[in-house]
């Protein structure tokens, strides 16, 4: 393991057993883009423990996608997203402002930090099914 996936992994062990749960059975009415506003080395080493062989994301999307409205703030633009429709996509994000160019496609929760407890996974499952 690298120097790197020890920094980051350890708050992400546990959600990766929600994650394929969750995922799992939106996969029926889903494809997994997965967008982020972090840096690429830093979300390659979290998404490739939670999914490593790439079956529940099928492309991934970086800082580098967004659009930077003022510093350190990052928009998701779905619109750069041309093989689906804009109705039949959601962004699933702690930040308000990462959906601000989607606001109706924009399903807001609560930042994980590394509490097993936390039940914000089961809450979006039932949202979205």
């Given at each position: 393991?690298?120097?790197?996936?020890?920094?980051?992994?350890?708050?992400?062990?546990?959600?990766?057993?929600?994650?394929?749960?969750?995922?799992?059975?939106?996969?029926?009415?889903?494809?997994?883009?997965v967008f982020t506003a972090a840096h690429q080395?830093?979300?390659?080493?979290?998404?490739?423990?939670?999914?490593?062989?790439?079956?529940?994301?099928?492309?991934?999307?970086?800082?580098?996608?967004?659009?930077?409205?003022?510093?350190?703030?990052?928009?998701?633009?779905?619109?750069?997203?041309?093989?689906?429709?804009?109705?039949?996509?959601?962004?699933?994000?702690?930040?308000?402002?990462?959906?601000?160019?989607?606001?109706?496609?924009?399903?807001?929760?609560?930042?994980?930090?590394?509490?097993?407890?936390?039940?914000?996974?089961?809450?979006?499952?039932?949202?979205?099914?």
């Open positions: 393991m690298s120097e790197r996936s020890k920094q980051v992994l350890p708050s992400y062990r546990w959600v990766t057993v929600a994650i394929h749960h969750i995922w799992y059975a939106l996969y029926r009415y889903s494809f997994g883009i080395s830093y979300a390659d080493v979290v998404l490739d423990h939670i999914d490593p062989t790439r079956e529940l994301f099928q492309y991934r999307l970086y800082r580098d996608s967004c659009t930077m409205i003022e510093p350190g703030v990052y928009v998701k633009d779905l619109g750069i997203i041309k093989n689906r429709k804009l109705e039949n996509m959601v962004i699933v994000d702690n930040s308000l402002h990462s959906f601000g160019f989607h606001l109706d496609n924009g399903v807001p929760i609560v930042p994980f930090y590394d509490n097993q407890d936390d039940e914000e996974l089961n809450h979006l499952k039932a949202y979205l099914t």
